[in-house]
Every structure is written in C-alpha cells, then in structure tokens.
C-alpha cells in the first residue's frame, strides 16, 4: 500500500492486479470457470492460490471482465478452463435503446464478487491486498451495445454518446464503492480506452471528465488503479488529468516516456510481458524484465494483464519471489527512454 501510495518502502511488492487465476489454481483450489466467474465461494478460493501459491502481494477474485454487463442483461458465454468468457449477444442494439435496470446491485453477478471479496478479506487481508475490479463506462459501452456502434456513435451521435457514459459512470462508482465496502483494499478500473480501438481525442472529448467526477468521489472509498492493455503513452498525460493515483500498464509502453508524460505523478504498475516472458518461464529472462521495469520505474511489478490459464504456478512465484529479493531504491534518474537505459546498463 506505501507503494502505492508513491511513499518509500523495504520489499518490492508483487502484484497481479487484474487476474492471476490459471489452470494450475483452479486444480489446487477445486474452484474451476466457468463456475469460479460466478460464485463467490470458488471465486474467493481460486483468487487465495495468488497468494498461497504464486506469492503475490495480493488476491483479485474477478476473473473476467463480463459481471457487469452481464447484470445488466448481456447475453455471455462464460466459457471454460482455457477460453476466456466473451458477450454472446449484447442487451441492446442502439444506443436509444438502453437502458440500466434499477435493481442491477442487486443481481447475483455482483453480489457474488462482493461475497468473494468479503470472504478474501476475512482469509488473508491482514497478509494481503484484497483487489476488486470494475468496469468504467466507456467499456461498459462496448458490453452492453458493441464496440463498433459505440465507435459509430461518437461520429453519428456524440451528444447522446456522452450521456450514455455519464450514465453508465454510475454502475461503475456504485460498484467500486459496494466492493470497497466489502472490504477491498484496492479496486481495479478496467477501461478499454487503449490506442488499437480509440484515439487520445476521443477519450478525452468523451470519458476523460467523466472520470475525472466518478474518481473525485470514489477516491473517498480507497484507491483506484486504472487498468488499460495496449500502449497508452499518447494518452497517459490525460489519465493524470483524471486524477487516477495508479495506472497498470502491459509492457508495450515505454515506462520512462510514460513517467514524462505523466509528469511522475502517478504510480506506475504491472508491465511484465505474460505471453512471452512468463508463459516462457525463462529465469534469466524473467529477472531481467523485473529489473528493466523497476529501474525505469514501475514501483508494483507483475503481470501486465489477466493471465493466459496454461500460464504454471512455477513461473508466477519464480517471478513475484525475484521482485521480492528487489529492495526500494528512490528513483533520482530520468534517462531518455527505457531503450536508452536498456542501452546504459549493457555498457
Ligand atoms: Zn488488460
């Protein structure tokens, strides 16, 4: 949390902020999807091997990114042991269309997290970050109408498509503070707000305040990480103007240029490459990343993004015990980029 927090601490922590459930947990816990999506029994049990068994610094009970729109009327396939859940059929198909059911925290999607979380924090959260997660309103979109007619819609109805986010900020700040509530130490918001699917403008004529009011209030409840795959960088200076303490990033940016442009003023988190590095489970490899990210930065190193399931536990604490034997440096240097530090060190 002092990591977090951007203040000194002794042990690196390790993080997996989105999800660390694999195949191999799911085998230990006796907690299998597409069940351990929905019940928080299993949730909470799957979640606890990210601590009992891979180490990390913290246990994150939801999985995938599908609670919300499925409770407010998606149509999801939640899949199985390998296959990530996806929206079979989305609630609506215009945007005059939706419409946000009134009882939606009530739905067994969501109180099964809430339960998961609450079960966690009995479990290990004096040893242990309990992580939620939520989905901001601009992904949000994406589940409950489709990607494309949210993107059409910017051009064809901008005005519309920006209450339709205001809206839905509301199932997002609800959600976050039910689960600070629950007794999550952090909450993770996932947003889809990356370069491959929308430009930096977008996001800022559309989600950016947005964000900015939901995070002002939800900020009273606890911290907030944003979580966004993809490479960010064009946008990172807005996710600061958001007021988001911490971004969770995947190791396609660039940390130092993502420091510059954030003017240092948010913590920086994740960054481990998961379909190389870790699914390869190469040590030298693996160190070397660790020690990559936390030179340029990242003061909360792990998993860039929800694991890939065939992922093994072996690699996982392999690389959360390597940034365990890591100590606090206070970071002085501002090379020019990660390639350029990467370029200093090999001389
Ligand atoms: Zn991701």
């Known amino acids: 949390m002092a990591a977090l927090y951007g203040k000194e601490f002794d042990v690196f922590p390790a993080v997996s902020l989105t999800s660390a459930a694999n195949l191999e947990g799911m085998k230990c816990s006796g907690a299998f999807y597409p069940e351990a999506h929905l019940d ?10 990210g601590h009992s068994h891979m180490n ?18 998606s149509e999801i396939d939640w899949g199985d042991g390998v296959r990530f859940p996806f929206v079979r059929r989305t609630a609506f198909r215009k945007i005059e269309d939706i419409s946000i059911c009134p009882n939606y925290m009530e739905k067994t999607e969501l109180q099964q997290l809430l339960r998961a979380i609450r079960i966690l924090k009995r479990r290990c959260g004096n040893q242990v970050a309990v992580v939620g997660k939520v989905m901001g309103p601009w992904t ?10 949210l993107v059409l819609d910017t051009i064809l109805e901008p005005k ?3 209450e339709l986010i205001w809206d839905l900020s509301q199932v997002t700040k609800e959600f ?70 911490c971004i969770h990033l995947d190791s396609r940016n660039d940390i130092i240029n993502c420091r510059r442009m954030s003017h240092d003023q948010v913590v920086i988190a994740g960054g481990i490459n998961n379909p190389v590095v870790l699914m390869r489970g190469q040590k030298s490899q693996m160190e070397r990343a660790v020690l990559e990210k936390i030179r340029a930065g990242v003061r909360m190193a792990g998993p860039e993004c929800a694991l890939q399931p065939i992922i093994p536990i072996k690699n996982l604490k392999y690389l959360a015990d390597f940034i365990h034997r890591q100590r606090y440096e206070k970071i002085t240097k501002f090379p020019d980029s990660d390639a350029a530090l990467h370029k200093a060190q090999a001389f």
């Open 40 to 49: 928080g029994a299993k949730m909470a049990a799957l979640a606890a091997v």
């Open 56 to 73: 990390f610094d913290t246990v994150a009970p939801y999985f995938s990114i599908l609670l919300e729109a499925s409770a407010l009327g």
């Open 140 to 149: 949000l979109a994406y589940h409950l109408y489709g990607v494309e007619n």
């Open 160 to 162: 519309k498509t920006k």
């Open 176 to 245: 976050a503070a039910a689960q600070f509530e629950a007794g999550a130490d952090i909450v993770t918001w996932a947003e889809h707000v990356t370069r491959d699917l929308v430009s930096a403008s977008i996001y800022e004529e559309f989600v950016l305040e947005v964000h900015k009011k939901v995070l002002q209030e939800v900020k009273a409840w606890g911290p907030v990480v944003l979580h966004v795959c993809g490479n960010v960088e064009d946008r990172i200076s807005m996710f600061e103007r958001a007021g988001f303490p």
